[in-house]
């Protein structure tokens, strides 16, 4: 079973920062990809950065230049640093890990219970 935990979120004024952390626990053989999602109310969830095991990094247009997102492969565990923060930011940020495990030994999604991030104006 693999576990995602999520913290870091919170209230932040626009301008403001944030930084995100997701730590994976549980029997995982390998990791294929990392990423971070986002779904602000009566929309769909939405991609906001990925990097994949060997380190290249992809974003959403709208937060590129703004956010940055990394992984400690020794901990596994998945950071997004969130800088000059909008209120269009505004969501549930959930962090998804494409991984092999010994029940799934196929690239298979998991999905933390997502972190809130609210940006006032």
């Known amino acids: 079973q693999v576990q995602l935990v999520e913290s870091g979120g919170g209230l932040v004024q626009a301008g403001g920062s944030l930084r995100l952390s997701c730590a994976a626990s549980?029997?995982?053989?390998?990791?294929?990809?990392m990423g971070w999602y986002r779904q602000a109310p009566g929309k769909q969830r939405e991609l906001v950065a990925t990097?994949?095991?060997?380190?290249?990094?992809n974003y959403a247009d709208s937060v590129k230049d703004r956010f940055t997102i990394s992984r400690d492969n020794a901990k596994i565990t998945l950071y997004l640093q969130m800088n000059s923060l909008s209120p269009e930011d505004t969501a549930v940020y959930y962090c998804?890990?494409?991984?092999?495990?010994?029940?799934?030994?196929?690239?298979?999604?998991?999905w933390g219970q997502g972190t809130q991030v609210t940006v006032s104006s």
């Open positions: 998804n890990i494409r991984a092999r495990t010994p029940v799934r030994p196929y690239p298979y999604d998991y």
């Open positions: 549980g029997s995982i053989f390998s990791i294929n990809a």
């Open positions: 990097v994949t095991s060997g380190g290249t990094t």
